[in-house]
């Protein structure tokens, strides 16, 4: 002989009402799928409204054309020493050109 509380007694008719409910549940729903809408009054369908047509997006603006920069053309360089004579030109030419500037500047003696 089995002894059952009033608890597990109890809790074995919860259960079974909470699955009552679920087939209840499940048939209705089952019922509404296959036989379509409830009956009874149903509410009046009201005209949907227009869609508006999608509008083209704005051009793209037309990039500007890429500028490619042109190097500097390379320069030869010749040493100076492998010719005397190049050599003292460049040293004569610079010499003179600093003596121009130094020449043209005036000294103003300081006020004491």
Same mark, same amino acid.
């Given at each position: 002989?089995?002894?059952?509380?009033?608890? $597990?007694? *109890?809790?074995? &008719?919860? *259960?079974?009402?909470?699955?009552?409910? *679920?087939?209840? &549940? #499940? $048939?209705?729903?089952?019922?509404?799928?296959?036989?379509?809408?409830? @009956? *009874?009054? $149903?509410?009046?369908?009201?005209?949907?409204?227009?869609?508006? @047509?999608?509008?083209?997006? #704005? /051009?793209?603006?037309?990039? #500007?054309?890429?500028?490619?920069?042109? /190097? #500097?053309?390379?320069?030869?360089?010749? @040493?100076?020493?492998?010719?005397?004579? =190049?050599?003292? $030109?460049?040293?004569?030419?610079? %010499?003179?050109?600093? =003596?121009?500037?130094?020449? %043209?500047?005036?000294?103003? /003696?300081?006020?004491?």
């Amino acid at each position: 002989m089995i002894k059952l509380s009033r608890e $597990q007694v *109890g809790w074995f &008719g919860a *259960g079974l009402g909470a699955a009552a409910v *679920g087939v209840v &549940g #499940y $048939q209705l729903v089952v019922a509404s799928l296959l036989l379509g809408p409830l @009956p *009874g009054p $149903q509410p009046t369908t009201t005209p949907t409204r227009t869609v508006f @047509p999608t509008h083209t997006p #704005y /051009p793209t603006r037309t990039p #500007y054309p890429t500028r490619t920069r042109t /190097p #500097y053309p390379t320069r030869t360089a010749t @040493p100076a020493l492998a010719d005397p004579a =190049n050599f003292a $030109q460049a040293i004569a030419t610079f %010499s003179a050109a600093t =003596n121009e500037i130094v020449a %043209s500047l005036q000294v103003t /003696p300081r006020s004491r």
